[in-house]
């Protein structure tokens, strides 16, 4: 098991870095970047993607400074090459002896654009150091930024996720047991209704009936914690808190119990009809014994190996309408703002952090197989 565990690990590098590639050079062809963002805001039109859509004079990417922009919008060739150096497009050389700052209007220095493939390798190894730099627009950096935003994707992860096992193993279990009958086909019915839901129109749902839309107004609209959360005692805090998360995680939960359950009530159904159940039976051992003593662990092997990943998938993955939708401020709408902002470190700094946690839930999944079922050997599986 210690070599499979090491060929994954290393497996990883190589993901990674392959992840890591094609999103930085799809960014190389997307137009607009943090140097039009800034000179966007400086004059007012509010978005990059506005301002190089406006003309044909719009030549500035993330490679360098077109003079034909600069002279049509009149702007300072100095303040642009600034931001070039800021953000990491260029860098100044000075002459061998010089202390002073290196800038423009240092004689001693010339700017030299950064090529994109140093830039990337130069950036891949501040990430293997887990420095992933600081915000363009936000002076903070980007861990900091992931950590400030990190207690909304908690709670729609965290209990998303145990939300729908909760309902699901047992409704699964029942489902199994009374297979075919009236209880089946009507939760079925349910089942499959709620999975046709999408999340983001339950959401609006959700907040129309029950938070001050048109009906009831019985839930906050907006953040994990009221106002006065610090000055309630300790069982205030926690009903204030579940008060807030209610809604969007009954939203976030909607579609993912419905899978669930019904991967449960198959994987029951396999093992009800294997030979070892019938022998248990004819043993004499209870229904509730063969059930939970024998199938319970042979059928919860799949779902419950795929606890770690589905925690991952609901952390990570949190909804950006749900966030949008309830007001949220977590990692969904971070990711989007860093895109559209073309904030580019808290943009690649995230995915790297996402894909390696993802990476590394997929080999604790297979451990969790391992874990419940000892016979199962990933080394032997050549």
Same mark, same amino acid.
């Given at each position: 098991?210690?070599?499979?565990?090491?060929?994954?690990?290393?497996?990883?590098?190589?993901?990674?870095?392959?992840?890591?590639?094609?999103?930085?050079?799809?960014?190389?062809?997307?137009?607009?970047?943090?140097?039009?963002?800034?000179?966007?805001?400086?004059?007012?039109?509010?978005?990059?993607?506005?301002?190089?859509?406006?003309?044909?004079?719009?030549?500035?990417?993330?490679?360098?400074?077109?003079?034909?922009?600069?002279?049509?919008?009149?702007?300072?060739?100095?303040?642009?090459?600034?931001?070039?150096?800021?953000?990491?497009?260029?860098?100044?050389?000075?002459?061998?002896?010089?202390?002073?700052?290196?800038?423009?209007?240092?004689?001693?220095?010339?700017?030299?654009?950064?090529?994109?493939?140093?830039?990337?390798?130069?950036?891949?190894?501040?990430?293997?150091?887990?420095?992933?730099?600081?915000?363009?627009?936000?002076?903070?950096?980007?861990?900091?930024?992931?950590?400030?935003?990190?207690?909304?994707?908690?709670?729609?992860?965290?209990?998303?996720?145990?939300?729908?096992?909760?309902?699901?193993?047992?409704?699964?279990?029942?489902?199994?047991?009374?297979?075919?009958?009236?209880?089946?086909?009507?939760?079925?019915?349910?089942?499959? #209704?709620?999975?046709?839901?999408?999340?983001?129109?339950? #959401?609006?749902?959700?907040?129309?009936?029950?938070?001050?839309?048109?009906?009831?107004?019985?839930?906050?609209?907006?953040?994990?914690?009221?106002?006065?959360? #610090?000055?309630?005692?300790?069982?205030?805090?926690?009903?204030?808190?579940?008060?807030?998360?209610?809604?969007?995680?009954?939203?976030?939960?909607?579609?993912?119990?419905?899978?669930?359950?019904?991967?449960?009530?198959?994987?029951?159904?396999?093992?009800?009809?294997?030979?070892?159940?019938?022998?248990?039976?004819?043993?004499?051992?209870?229904?509730?014994?063969?059930?939970?003593?024998?199938?319970?662990?042979?059928?919860?092997?799949?779902?419950?190996?795929?606890?770690?990943?589905?925690?991952?998938?609901?952390?990570?993955?949190?909804?950006?309408?749900?966030?949008?939708?309830?007001?949220?401020?977590?990692?969904?709408?971070?990711?989007?703002?860093?895109?559209?902002?073309?904030?580019?470190?808290?943009?690649?700094?995230?995915?790297?952090?996402?894909?390696?946690?993802?990476?590394?839930?997929?080999?604790?999944?297979?451990?969790?197989?391992?874990?419940?079922?000892?016979?199962?050997?990933?080394?032997?599986?050549?």
């Amino acid at each position: 098991m210690g070599a499979y565990i090491l060929r994954r690990l290393l497996l990883i590098i190589p993901t990674l870095v392959g992840i890591m590639v094609i999103n930085f050079a799809l960014t190389q062809f997307v137009p607009g970047g943090p140097i039009e963002q800034v000179l966007a805001r400086v004059e007012g039109e509010g978005d990059s993607i506005q301002a190089i859509s406006g003309g044909g004079d719009a030549g500035i990417n993330q490679q360098g400074v077109d003079s034909g922009y600069v002279g049509a919008r009149g702007l300072d060739p100095d303040f642009l090459a600034e931001l070039e150096v800021q953000f990491g497009f260029a860098r100044f050389i000075c002459e061998p002896g010089f202390t002073g700052k290196p800038s423009v209007k240092a004689p001693e220095c010339v700017k030299e654009k950064i090529p994109a493939l140093e830039r990337f390798f130069l950036m891949m190894w501040n990430y293997l150091r887990f420095d992933f730099g600081e915000s363009h627009f936000r002076s903070i950096g980007v861990m900091d930024l992931v950590l400030e935003k990190m207690p909304v994707s908690i709670t729609l992860g965290l209990w998303s996720t145990l939300l729908a096992y909760l309902i699901s193993i047992p409704l699964g279990i029942r489902k199994a047991v009374r297979d075919g009958s009236r209880f089946d086909t009507w939760t079925s019915s349910v089942i499959i #209704a709620a999975y046709s839901i999408p999340s983001f129109l339950f #959401a609006i749902l959700l907040l129309v009936l029950f938070a001050g839309g048109s009906y009831f107004r019985l839930f906050p609209l907006r953040g994990l914690t009221s106002d006065g959360w #610090a000055d309630l005692s300790m069982m205030g805090k926690v009903l204030d808190y579940f008060w807030h998360i209610a809604l969007p995680v009954l939203a976030t939960t909607i579609g993912s119990f419905a899978t669930l359950t019904l991967l449960t009530k198959n994987s029951f159904l396999d093992e009800i009809k294997k030979q070892y159940v019938m022998t248990a039976r004819a043993k004499g051992l209870s229904e509730g014994a063969v059930l939970y003593g024998h199938v319970f662990r042979n059928a919860m092997l799949i779902v419950i190996a795929g606890f770690p990943s589905a925690l991952i998938g609901v952390f990570f993955g949190s909804s950006l309408l749900i966030e949008m939708i309830f007001s949220l401020d977590g990692l969904g709408q971070l990711f989007y703002k860093s895109a559209v902002e073309r904030d580019f470190p808290v943009l690649f700094g995230t995915l790297y952090i996402f894909a390696l946690v993802g990476l590394v839930i997929g080999i604790v999944s297979d451990l969790m197989y391992v874990w419940i079922d000892p016979r199962i050997d990933f080394e032997r599986r050549g």
